[in-house]
């Protein structure tokens, strides 16, 4: 790691159209793995693939392997997405850094209240909660920076 604490070796680009389908596998591995509140067979390739239609996807590629990744819905400068293969080696904070680079104003996510790992993430990056509400069964707050 350097001195700002982000993973060395590490390089965040928008992703290329043959690698949707390794984003989209990360994106069930991580929801499986940790939205353990929510039955796995919910988390689907399908609804990452369907989102890509209207966002710019980015990568964080490391050792020529994607390891993390980032939905960027521009015309409100809102972060679909954002998940990584391993927590607290810089990654979420580089795809983060690389979103805030590229959009023209703050940026805003929704994020499932229990969720407590990610909120305590964005807190600490900056995030303040600018509201909560509810989409079907899934409470979730909404945060925005900058």
């Known amino acids: 790691m350097d001195d700002a604490g982000l993973t060395q070796g590490l390089s965040i680009r928008r992703a290329r159209p043959e690698e949707l389908d390794a984003c989209a596998a990360l994106y069930v591995r991580v929801l499986t793995e ?15 693939l369907r989102a890509t239609r209207s966002e710019e996807i980015y990568v964080a590629i490391e050792a020529g392997k994607i390891v993390g990744v980032a939905g960027f819905f ?3 400068n809102f972060i679909h997405s954002l998940y990584v293969t391993e927590r607290g080696r810089g990654i979420g904070r580089a ?26 993430f964005y807190k600490r990056e900056g995030f303040h909660c600018t509201g909560r509400g509810e989409d079907g069964e899934i409470d979730w707050v909404r945060l925005s920076r900058g």
């Open 34 to 48: 940790t939205f353990t509140w929510l039955p796995p067979e919910r988390h689907k390739a399908a609804d990452f």
């Open 74 to 76: 521009r015309p409100q």
């Open 95 to 120: 795809l983060l850094g690389h979103l805030a680079r590229v959009a023209d104003g703050p940026l805003s996510l929704k994020c499932q209240a229990a969720n407590v790992q990610a909120l305590a």
